[in-house]
Structure formats: C-alpha cells, structure tokens
Nanobody, 114 residues
Framework: QVQLVESGGGLVQPGGSLRLSCVAS????????MGWYRQAPGKQRELVARMSTSGDTNYADFVKGRFTISRDNAKRTMYLQMNSLKPEDTAVYYC????????WGQGTQVTVSS
C-alpha cells in the first residue's frame, strides 16, 4: 500500500508558474513508476506526465516544453514544475504510483485565471 498526498496547487494568472509536490508513504517509493494526471470539470482524467523507476519520462503533448516532472527517492517525493500556465490547464491534479497495483492521491486544485 502507498499513501500519496499532493500539495502546491492554487490560483495563478496565465503565464505564471506552480510547483506541485506528491509525498509518498507506506511502501518503498523507488520501486514505483510515478505520474501526474489531471481532470477538468466534465472531462475524463488524463495523463500529464510520468516517470519510470529508471528516470525515463514522457509527457502529454499539451504540456511539452512547459511542465517538468521529477522525483527525489530519498525524500519519497515527486514534483511537477508547471511554467507558462494557461487557463486550459485548470484542473484537479492527481499523483499516481503504479507497479502491480495503482494508487492515487486525493488531488490538488490548480486554477489558471486572470
């Protein structure tokens, strides 16, 4: 079992930046592939970015060049640096840990608005 807690969301103006954090507890963090997903009102949850245990990353096309995923295994924490934010990035952002089973955090709200 893995417990995940996201933080760092909030209200930001278009063009601004936020850094999300996801702290894991309950199991060995380094063995999990980690990812960020988001869900906007009325839409399905979608992948934003993910990082494997070996550090390989992939990003959704709509965030390439703007968002960066990273992880610090010693701190059991994953990050999502979000730059050049757009109103369409408004969503609840969820942390995911995946190996055999998949675990989710409770989400953190990101609102991009002037």
């Amino acid at each position: 079992q893995v417990q995940l807690v996201e933080s760092g969301g909030g209200l930001v103006q278009p063009g601004g930046s936020l850094r999300l954090s996801c702290v894991a507890s309950g199991s060995i963090f380094s063995i999990y592939h980690m990812g960020w997903y988001r869900q906007a009102p009325g839409k399905q949850r979608e992948l934003v970015a993910r990082m494997s245990t070996s550090g390989d990353t992939n990003y959704a096309d709509f965030v390439k060049g703007r968002f960066t995923i990273s992880r610090d295994n010693a701190k059991r924490t994953m990050y999502l640096q979000m730059n050049s934010l757009k109103p369409e990035d408004t969503a609840v952002y969820y942390c995911n840990a995946n190996r055999v089973n998949s675990f989710w955090g409770q989400g953190t709200q990101v609102t991009v608005s002037s």
